[in-house]
T-cell receptor
Framework: GAVVSQHPSRVICKSGTSVKIECRSLDFQATTMFWYRQFPKQSLMLMATSNEGSKATYEQGVEKDKFLINHASLTLSTLTVTSAHPEDSSFYIC?????????????FGPGTRLTVT | SQKIEQNSEALNIQEGKTATLTCNYTNYSPAYLQWYRQDPGRGPVFLLLIRENEKEKRKERLKVTFDTTLKQSLFHITASQPADSATYLCALNNAGNMLTFGGGTRLMVKP
């Protein structure tokens, strides 16, 4: 149980275009999902917290107009990188919070490798 | 300031030995702590969660300890195998269901 999928796994886009990444919790409902970014050989950097039915909460330094997050249902959150630039190339990972025994475990998707040319 | 520290240097051990990874934190009072495994190019995989009132938790060859006085968690893999080679991340719940991650420690198990 507690499986999270992410799509696409890899995407290459041209500078100036927008890219949408989907994150789905397959076998549980997640009122909260998280979006992370990871650079090579570095740890996860939280970008934003996505709450179902409300606006996402962005971490300091993350542009909300550039990284649009929509959490339209209890099993789906999307991250849209708008007007992508080469510096947006990174590994994007989502996670979904799963309540178990009074504590929240986070289950991660497999990640999306974005390359902006 | 708040910090979560894991040894950034890779840990190299021989197959069959016990691997011990350390996670130290400052200026946090987490209700629970989690350990994850991450392979290159993949998302982290949840391994274990330990609560502040638990001293130790085990799962198969894995053991985690949590000392809230020392502000430290130790993660042990017994009878290590080359397939255990990966980066291991500790994470603390900061507020509610949010987690803050340490930098991770890369484990290399040599046959």
């Amino acid at each position: 149980g507690a499986v999270v999928s992410q799509h696409p796994s890899r995407v290459i886009c041209k500078s100036g275009t927008s890219v949408k990444i989907e994150c789905r919790s397959l076998d549980f409902q997640a009122t909260t999902m998280f979006w992370y970014r990871q650079f090579p050989k570095q740890s996860l950097m939280l970008m934003a917290t996505s709450n179902e039915g409300s606006k996402a909460t962005y971490e300091q330094g993350v542009e909300k107009d550039k990284f649009l997050i929509n959490h339209a249902s209890l099993t789906l959150s999307t991250l849209t990188v708008t007007s992508a630039h080469p510096e947006d190339s990174s590994f994007y990972i989502c996670s979904a919070a799963h309540l178990s025994g009074g504590a929240y475990e986070q289950y991660f998707g497999p990640g999306t490798r974005l390359t902006v040319t | 300031s708040q910090k979560i520290e894991q040894n950034s240097e890779a840990l190299n051990i021989q197959e069959g030995k016990t691997a011990t990874l350390t996670c130290n934190y400052t200026n946090y009072s987490p209700a629970y702590l989690q350990w994850y495994r991450q392979d290159p190019g993949r998302g982290p995989v949840f391994l274990l969660l330990i609560r502040e009132n638990e001293k130790e938790k085990r799962k198969e060859r894995l053991k985690v300890t949590f000392d809230t006085t020392l502000k430290q968690s130790l993660f042990h893999i017994t009878a290590s195998q080359p397939a255990d080679s990966a980066t291991y991340l500790c994470a603390l719940n900061n507020a509610g269901n949010m987690l803050t991650f340490g930098g991770g420690t890369r484990l290399m198990v040599k046959p």
